[in-house]
Nanobody, 122 residues
Framework: QVRLVESGGGLVQAGGSLRLSCAAS????????IGWFRQAPGKEREFVAA????????AYGDSVKGRSTISRDKPNNTVYLQMNSLKTEDTAVYYC???????????????WGQGTQVTVSS
């Protein structure tokens, strides 16, 4: 069992940056791939980024590619999502998830956090 808690969301102006954190409890955290997804009101959940168990593999959704970096701090059981050059369309609730496989499909992830709100103002 893995429990995930997201933090770092908030209100930011367009062009600004945020670093989201996904902190996990459970000694098996480093045995999971971690993904970030987001969901805006009235829209489907969207893949943002993922990192493999080792941290050596990463993937990004087209909407954030080139503006975001995912990383993991294994000793502290935390995964970070650094987001730069934020746009109003990045406004959403951001969720982190843990899964046995590394990929872009939400169905691949078994454990989910409660989400953190990111609001980008113009």
């Amino acid at each position: 069992q893995v429990r995930l808690v997201e933090s770092g969301g908030g209100l930011v102006q367009a062009g600004g940056s945020l670093r989201l954190s996904c902190a996990a409890s459970g000694r098996t955290f480093n045995g999971y791939a971690i993904g970030w997804f987001r969901q805006a009101p009235g829209k489907e959940r969207e893949f943002v980024a993922a990192i493999s168990r080792s941290g050596g593999g990463t993937a990004y959704g087209d909407s954030v590619k080139g503006r975001s970096t995912i990383s993991r701090d294994k000793p502290n059981n935390t995964v970070y999502l650094q987001m730069n050059s934020l746009k109003t369309e990045d406004t959403a609730v951001y969720y982190c998830a843990a899964g046995a496989s590394f990929g872009m499909m939400s169905e691949m992830y078994s454990y989910w956090g409660q989400g953190t709100q990111v609001t980008v103002s113009s």
